[in-house]
């Protein structure tokens, strides 16, 4: 069975107004165990886009009026944003409760059967779902048939329909509060672009492009890239070194309008992105929801993205910046939102009109379905 709670796609628009709490207040208990994070980290410092998405939906759940307490890696003890945060520690259970109205795990196989008396169960992946294809996800799965939430349809178009679990369900991630509600430029900004993804993810391929095929042809070009290790903590760590000689090419092309920052908070960019005239990425078979392209579009920033993975669903193709494959589409379609106006100005009120409607607590209230 596949769930879709009223979801966005990047053919939706108009505004949404928060919708209403679907169930009573519940307890919620949600873990992970990946690197170490809490929601205070979320809003202080860079943050990779799952743990992100994790902090933000526990805060909107808490939001909401539930009781929410998250089991994870973190330093230590924390309340932060009405949520409780607590280190897992060496016990058969982790510290993780008994029961719950509803429990949601995060990506790791051996959290699914925690919580054993939670009245609903979750299994919340970020990653296309292959990898749940091995004996130590389909065991779990097969055992405790949790409800499995994907980012949007072509992330569950990874998982086959004869692999285990229960209902298969659709909740994109929201937008984060401090994307939404910019308001309509009245001038066009100078030609500069942004790249805000990993750049293991074609920064690269984006690199020769905007070399060859469009810096030479749009003068005064910029292109800002905002990446690096850090916002990946061990993980991140543990490929700087396939992710340094990219980066120490991005720092070799000053000449070509290339400016290397770094990753950088949100609250700081959210005014990267209101200085910015375009955001660049090909996108990668790996994104199953991208942050990178939902953040700028909601602010009303048009991009130019190729048609892999999830990437049509999160622009509107022509409308909101461009679909394209093939580096010469991708670097006509760049150009022009460089250089033409009135082109930019259309496609940007468009993003503002369509683009920032599902919010945190959108997301929330499709979990709160789970319950039912």
Not at 30 to 42: A, L
Not at 150 to 161: K, M, N
Request: hydrophobic share 45%; proline share 8%.
């Amino acid at each position: 069975m596949t769930d879709s709670p009223d979801s966005p796609g990047a053919d939706l628009s108009g505004p949404a107004a928060a919708p209403g709490l679907r169930h009573a207040p519940a307890h919620v208990v949600m873990s992970d165990d990946g690197i170490t994070f809490d929601g205070r980290v979320k809003d202080q410092r860079p943050l990779g886009g799952a743990e992100s998405a994790f902090a933000e939906l526990a805060e909107a759940l808490s939001a909401r009026g539930h009781r929410v307490e998250v089991h994870c890696r973190c330093d230590g003890p924390l309340e932060w944003k009405g949520v409780r945060w607590t280190p897992l520690d060496d016990s058969p259970s982790q510290g993780i409760p008994d029961s719950a109205d509803l429990y949601i795990a995060n990506r790791s196989n051996h959290l699914i059967g925690r919580c054993p008396g939670a009245r609903a169960r979750v299994f919340w992946i970020h990653n296309p779902a292959g990898y749940l294809l091995k004996a130590r996800y389909q065991w779990p799965l097969l055992r405790h048939r949790p409800a499995i939430v994907f980012s949007g349809a072509s992330h569950l178009s990874t998982y086959p329909g004869w692999a285990f679990g229960g209902r298969r369900v659709i909740i994109p991630y929201g937008i984060t509060p401090l994307f939404l509600g910019a308001a309509p430029r009245a001038t066009v900004p100078p030609p500069r672009a942004i790249f805000l993804s990993n750049p293991l993810r074609s920064l690269d391929w984006l690199l020769d492009v905007w070399s060859a095929r469009i810096q030479p042809a749009v003068p005064g070009a910029e292109l800002h890239i905002f990446a690096g290790s850090s916002i990946y903590g061990a993980a991140g760590a543990a490929k700087a070194d396939r992710m340094a000689p990219i980066l120490e090419r991005a720092a070799g092309l000053s000449d070509k309008g290339v400016i290397l920052r770094g990753p950088v908070a949100k609250r700081q960019l959210v005014e990267e992105i209101a200085a910015a005239r375009v955001f660049l990425y090909r996108g990668d078979i790996g994104e199953t929801f991208c942050n990178a392209a939902a953040e700028p579009q909601a602010m009303g920033l048009p991009g130019v993205v190729e048609d892999i993975a999830c990437m049509r669903e999160r622009v509107v193709d022509g409308e909101t910046g461009f679909v394209v494959m093939g580096e010469a589409a991708f670097a006509e379609a760049a150009r022009r939102l460089l250089t033409d106006d009135g082109l930019w100005l259309n496609q940007h009120r468009e993003a503002l009109d369509r683009q920032g409607r599902w919010t945190w607590s959108h997301a929330a209230a499709g979990f709160e379905t789970l319950m039912a």
